[in-house]
């Protein structure tokens, strides 16, 4: 793409807020199932470990398609790319609240997911390109800090949309909405724009780097932890801590909220103390979710953890995100939807372990179980990259809004090469 003409440091184009809208209902898509698991598995006919699948196929969907569509999308315009993945989007979900078959609806979820993954692997790029390079960072944190607003908003206000209108209720909000976003996507990001020509030798080159799947381990293994429990958060608050079902929507916003916390706090931390804060974050989410099997009786108890397991578990994403890309050197593009895979390998393989520990005799506490002991192997890379880094000398730093985002601005200590 050619260079974005230059702006006033500040101000950021408003194609810019446009992306950003594109991922809020992304993010919103991916996790709004969690508050409607029982509205779903009543209508389609199936249990409510079974609806959990929902996310689980999401996940496997973005797994595939963040580095399958980077790579595909090249050759293509921004422009065309991102109006296409948004229209699959919008019809994806069109599909689902017209169909009363679980089976249509998960393979929906699953196409919806592969555009989102094109819009991940394009949308960064046009976002730091328009904006220019002084505003670049700045615009890069308001896209993907769509996602986690997502979490603070958009979840909230679709569990609260389905218990009055029923699941279909926002699966229709989402498809309106992603068709506006796609029109809007068309007004504003100029025709002749060309993607950036990159070397697919050189991004899979990248890979060799074993400090690089570390950082991948880690951020799956942080993910598939939290994910494990929160998939199944809405019968463990109704059914265990005795939260009228009204309520869950205000216990997500809590998990939003500290998400959102979690997120800004890594960014900061990490700027000195990457592995410090990794290893500290990673520990302390281990501990919360097995605190919550004997204290998730009570409602009080349960919010407060629900709150501390985003705050915690989400400090982690953005610094071994920004670790990823610094492993892979110059060709990032590859390793940055790998990230995204690796935090969605985290979601599928955690909210299906918890399905099925859902379901056997550990009952409603299963999920956090698994969780606690996903999380806690977590440590285990986290702690490989700390001795490496301990007689490195290389400079990198971890400064993210939101999973999925890096930004470089200061520095620790790691390795030079593996």
Known sequence: MPSAPATTPGRLPFVVWVLAAGTFLMGTTEFVVAGLLPELAGDLGVSVSHAGLLITAF???????????????????????????????????????????????LAARVVTALA????????????????????????????????TLANVVGVPVGSFAGQFAGWRGPFWALAVLSGLAALFIGRFIPT??????????????????????????????????????YTYVTPLLTGRAGIPEGAVPLVLIAFGVGALGGTTTGGHLGDRRPMATTLTAAAATALVLLLMIPLSGNPVAATLLVFLMGLTGFTVNPVVTALAMRFAGDAPTLTSALTTSAFNTGIAGGSMVAGTALDSSLGLTGPPLVGTVIAALTLLPLIALAVHGSSGRDRIVARSSAPGQTRCDEAAQLPSQH
């Not at 999308?73 to 989007?89: E, K, N, Q």
């Not at 993954?117 to 896209?143: D, E, H, K, L, Y």
């Open 116 to 147: 989102t993954g094109a819009f991940w692997s394009v949308g960064f790029v046009v976002a730091t390109t328009a904006a220019g390079s002084q505003n670049a960072t700045r615009a890069t944190g308001v896209m993907i800090g769509g996602l």
């Open 192 to 229: 002749q724009e060309q993607r950036v020509e990159v070397s697919l030798r050189a991004e899979v080159r990248a890979l060799r780097q074993g400090r690089l799947w570390l950082a991948l381990a880690a951020a799956m293994l942080i993910m598939g932890g939290v994910l494990a429990t």
């Open 59 to 105: 996940a496997i969907g973005m797994i595939v398609g963040a580095p399958t569509m980077a790579m595909v999308t090249l050759r293509l315009s921004p422009r065309r790319t991102l109006i296409l993945a948004l229209s699959v989007f919008c019809l994806g979900h069109l599909v689902a609240a017209l169909s009363t078959s679980f089976t249509i609806v």
